[in-house]
Each structure stands twice: as C-alpha cells, then as structure tokens.
C-alpha cells in the first residue's frame, strides 16, 4: 500500500519540495527487480549518473526516478558504491550522496538513520558555515568530504 508524502530539503538558498512515496509493506528488491542501469547490493538498487549538477537539483533527478541520493550504512555498502563508480566512470569520481546537513543535525535524503560514518581527519568542518552537503572520492580519496550545495558534480541514486 503506498501513501503519499511531502519530501522537502532547504539547502543553502536553494529549497527542494516533491512527492515521495511510503509503502507501509516493504519488500525490498532482488538483483531481478533492478531496472537496466542499475546495480543490485544488499536489498538495494544504485545507480550513478555521470550528469553533473548541484546536490538539490540531483535529488531532484533521482526523486523523478522514484529514487533519492544513496545512502549506505555499513562499510560494505560504502565500498560497493565506490567501486560502483570506479566501474561507471574509470575513476573515484567526486560524487553526491543523500547526505545534508540541517539545523545542526546530518541526516539522509531519504528519511533513514544516520549509523555510519568515515569522515576524513579534517571533516566535518562546514568551512563558513556554508557547507551542508555531503560527497564522496574528493581528489579520490576514501573519505566522506562535505561541501556548498551548489557545486556541480556527478552523482548516485538509489531505491529501496
């Protein structure tokens, strides 16, 4: 059974709202169940897109896919969608993820728990205040960095 939402991100000076979708019964996907282009892991689909955009406006993208930025909370799902992207882009390509910073608190673009984390030794440290979203292989690097909103990247969608 799917109910209706409201999804609403402000980020910086840029304000996000769309539909999103709840199902009370969850049945998360198999391999099958992944459309072409995207890549099964741990009951999840990911998918990166090598468009570049700012972090709101690739939400943006991903929600018309019926998906939101990836989110991963283990180590293991951090390290598929990095090679993931490594096999999509020939290199640890700097890319978005769901992660937003918001009134002091980091959470996920789509509403699931923050239980994972591995900032680099610098990180988090919203230089002037104006930091509030989060990527991934900055200058290749393992580590998560955290950035304006607004600087063009590509980036990676997910659905449960």
Known sequence: LITSCVFSVTCVS?????????SKQVVSPTALDCPAGWSWFDRRCFMFLSNEMSW??????????????????STGEYNFIRENIFYASGKHTQTWVGMFFQEGVWMWSDGSKFIFSNWAASEPKNDGG?????????????YWSYTICN??????????
């Open 151 to 160: 600087l063009i990247i590509s980036f990676k969608c997910m659905f449960l």
């Open 130 to 142: 104006v930091e509030h979203c989060m990527n991934i292989n900055v200058g290749g690097i393992y």
């Open 14 to 22: 840029v304000s996000l709202s769309g539909p999103c979708r709840v």
């Open 56 to 73: 709101a406006s690739a939400e943006k993208y991903c929600l018309q896919l019926d998906s939101h930025l990836a989110s991963y909370h």
